[in-house]
């Protein structure tokens, strides 16, 4: 079983460069969700989705986009990136329909910004 | 902000059996107790979960108290794998949106 796949799994980038990760899911799942989690912090949510064309902010939301045009995929966009989005972002997935409610996560996306 | 407080951090000896608890005062009557775990960066992973009666899975088992203020997560025989960091969440499935993270409780399991 895949779960959830992220890419890329590093990448340093340029300030004012702009990127996508990537995140898929071949469980069927509505919800979908963005974390970043800073050097020994806890994981902040960045969006969410509820389904394919709904999104919403969580709790860091600035700085980001993202799009939900199909179930199994949730992009995360920086625009211009900072020295200050600097993390390891976690994209998740729960809720299948009828089903399990715990959530799964990728096993993350290490970005620098220099 | 996070429903719930946990300690920062606990020790528990290697083949002992490690209690973590958590606060969650405020919870609804209709709100689940979820824990996650965080082994070192890897992305976090799903324990297990319960509304009121006790739980128990191939991994832990979860004891709510009657009033369901509280709540202790069990690891009956820890091993150095389970040094991660433990996350207690309320949500009501199936309905509540967001999974907002708390600080959580870092477990050190000592050999």
């Known amino acids: 079983n895949a779960g959830v796949t992220q890419t890329p799994k590093f990448r340093i980038l340029k300030i004012g460069q702009s990127m996508t990760l990537q995140c898929t899911q071949d469980?069927?799942?509505?919800?979908m969700y963005w974390y970043r989690q800073d050097p020994g912090m806890g994981l902040k949510l960045i969006y969410y989705s509820v389904g394919a064309g709904i999104t919403d902010k969580g709790e860091v939301p600035n700085g980001y986009n993202v799009s939900r045009s199909t179930t199994e995929d949730f992009p995360l966009r920086l625009e211009l990136a900072a020295p200050s989005q600097t993390s390891v972002y976690f994209c998740?997935?729960?809720?299948?329909?009828?089903?399990?409610?715990?959530?799964?996560f990728g096993q993350g996306t290490r970005l620098t910004v220099v | 902000d996070a429903k719930t407080t946990q300690p920062p951090s606990m020790d528990c000896a290697e083949g002992r059996a490690a209690n973590l608890p958590c606060n969650h005062s405020?919870?609804?009557?209709?709100?689940?107790v979820y824990w996650y775990r965080q082994i070192h960066s890897q992305g976090p992973q799903y324990i297990i979960h319960g509304l009121k009666n006790n739980e128990t899975n191939e991994m832990a088992s979860l004891i709510i108290t009657e009033d369901r203020k509280s709540s202790t997560l069990i690891l009956p025989h820890a091993t150095l794998r389970d040094t991660a960091v433990y996350y207690c969440?309320?949500?009501?499935?199936?309905?509540?949106?967001?999974?907002?993270f708390g600080k959580g409780t870092r477990l050190h399991i000592l050999p």
């Open positions: 469980m069927n799942h509505n919800y």
């Open positions: 405020t919870i609804s009557g209709n709100e689940y």
């Open positions: 969440i309320v949500r009501v499935p199936n309905r509540d949106d967001k999974i907002i």
């Open positions: 998740a997935s729960s809720l299948s329909p009828g089903g399990s409610t715990e959530a799964f």
